[in-house]
């Protein structure tokens, strides 16, 4: 019955129906998702469905939707059903391996970006490491958007599972010359007698785990259920990966070096207060995101 019933349903109502089905279900952006789904299951872009609203579907095709739709309003991500986001113009893969890139990280490359530009290039090029790499959104965005810059980028991160994605993002993006590295922070960096890093970058980027333990079970639960803890948990105060990096970066920096973190909207002042202790840097500069918010902590050496 209820087959004769969305086959005889125009795209527009089908899509409708789905998004009261997520409505319903708190998802935050019902009218999109639906959308997207019918976008991936047609395997259309959204000219396509605005075309065709008032088109039917056939009964696969209604069954296959309603499977998508089903599973998106159990709490799964748009993103990790149909395995994609775009981020930085780009299109990148996911999976629950790594976390679905967010606008948010954006003010991060476009703060990397300009700060490269205005630089000159040093002699063999600008060496920058992505740290907790994730899906490689950060250094694969620089790589493509800094072309023809001379440069060597490298993203590591301690889950090989985030860097099998990363690998395939850097391939999709033709930018396969970032070279991947698995390992905790900067464990996998070599350091020479006197405690300095064998190869110092001009860039250090890093989108660390921020969110402290406690906020983790409020968080939506597609966040909560889905993404990876690993790449969220970030100890007690959430600040547990800013207070190593803070302490390692030293060793590994250009003197003129550049270091840039993400961090969460209510994280300035502590970040501000962290670097100061940590001693090695100059006053910190907070920058803000779209929404007006802190997000991302510019960082450099000198006492
Ligand atoms: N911005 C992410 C969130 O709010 C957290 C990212 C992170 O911990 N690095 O879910």
């Not at 606008?103 to 970006?113: G, K, N, R, W």
């Not at 405690?195 to 969110?211: E, T």
Request: with cysteine; charged share 25%; aromatic share 8%.
């Amino acid at each position: 019955m209820w087959k004769e019933i969305y086959m005889s349903l125009l795209i527009k109502e089908l899509l409708h129906l789905a998004q009261v089905r997520f409505t319903d279900e708190g998802c935050l952006t019902p009218g999109l998702d639906a959308e997207i789904l019918l976008c991936y299951m047609l395997n259309r872009d959204k000219s396509y469905l605005f075309l065709h609203y008032g088109d039917t579907l056939d009964e696969k095709a209604c069954e296959e939707y309603f499977r998508l739709v089903d599973i998106r309003a159990s709490g799964k991500p748009v993103q990790y059903i149909t395995a994609q986001q775009e981020f930085m113009g780009l299109p990148f893969i996911v999976n629950e391996h790594v976390l679905i890139p967010r606008q948010d990280t954006e003010t991060l490359v476009e703060t990397a970006i300009e700060e490269i530009k205005k630089r000159e290039v040093p002699f063999g090029g600008f060496r920058i490491l992505d740290l907790c790499c994730g899906s490689g959104s950060i250094a694969v965005s620089l790589a493509y958007h800094l072309k023809p810059v001379k440069m060597k980028i490298i993203g590591s991160d301690i889950s090989v599972e985030a860097l099998n994605i990363a690998k395939i993002n850097a391939k999709i993006n033709e930018v396969e010359e970032i070279q991947f590295i698995e390992g905790d922070l900067f464990t996998p960096f070599p350091k020479n007698k006197k405690g300095a890093g064998k190869k110092k970058f001009d860039l250090i980027i890093s989108n660390p785990p921020y969110i402290p333990s406690r906020v983790l079970p409020t968080l939506m639960r597609e966040v909560r259920d889905h993404e990876p803890m690993l790449a969220l948990d970030g100890g007690e105060d959430g600040v547990d990966f800013y207070i190593k990096i803070l302490r390692e970066a030293p060793a590994y920096l250009k003197k003129d070096g550049l270091l840039l973190m993400e961090i969460g909207y209510d994280q300035g002042e502590i970040l501000t207060a962290l670097t100061e202790a940590a001693g090695a840097y100059k006053p910190v500069k907070i920058i803000k995101d779209l929404a007006g918010n802190d997000r991302v902590v510019r960082i450099t050496l000198g006492g």
